[in-house]
């Protein structure tokens, strides 16, 4: 099973940009889909965007879309979330996940979770 760790989270004022990083372990990363959701308190996990194995086609929510970026680097087995003008509602605990398809935008379409970062944007 694939472990995954996040990075990056921290505190932005509305507007500002913060880049997420999710490293895994082992060597079958690149044989996975890669996706982000987040969690706001008192709010059910949702999806953010999907990234395919080769990194060359993503999907996003709408809510993110144009503003947020996943790109991966095999080589390194990480994942990325670049995520510019930032807004209030963006606030939330980011968790990257393993899939075994692209076309997962769902909570149990995803296997191994990482333990989250903390975003939180001010106004």
């Known amino acids: 099973q694939v472990q995954l760790v996040e990075s990056g989270g921290g505190l932005v004022q509305a507007g500002g940009s913060l880049r997420l990083s999710c490293a895994a372990s082992?060597?079958?990363?690149?044989?996975?889909?890669m996706g982000w959701f987040r969690q706001a308190p008192g709010k059910e996990r949702e999806f953010v965007g999907v990234i395919s194995w080769s990194g060359d086609r993503t999907y996003y929510a709408d809510s993110v879309k144009g503003r947020f970026t996943i790109s991966r680097d095999n080589a390194k087995n990480t994942v990325y979330l670049q995520m510019n003008s930032l807004k209030p509602e963006d606030t939330a605990v980011y968790y990257c996940a393993t899939s075994s398809g692209y076309y997962y935008t769902s909570v149990g379409g995803f296997g191994s979770w990482g333990q989250g970062t903390q975003v939180t944007v001010s106004s």
């Open positions: 082992g060597r079958t990363f690149s044989s996975y889909v």
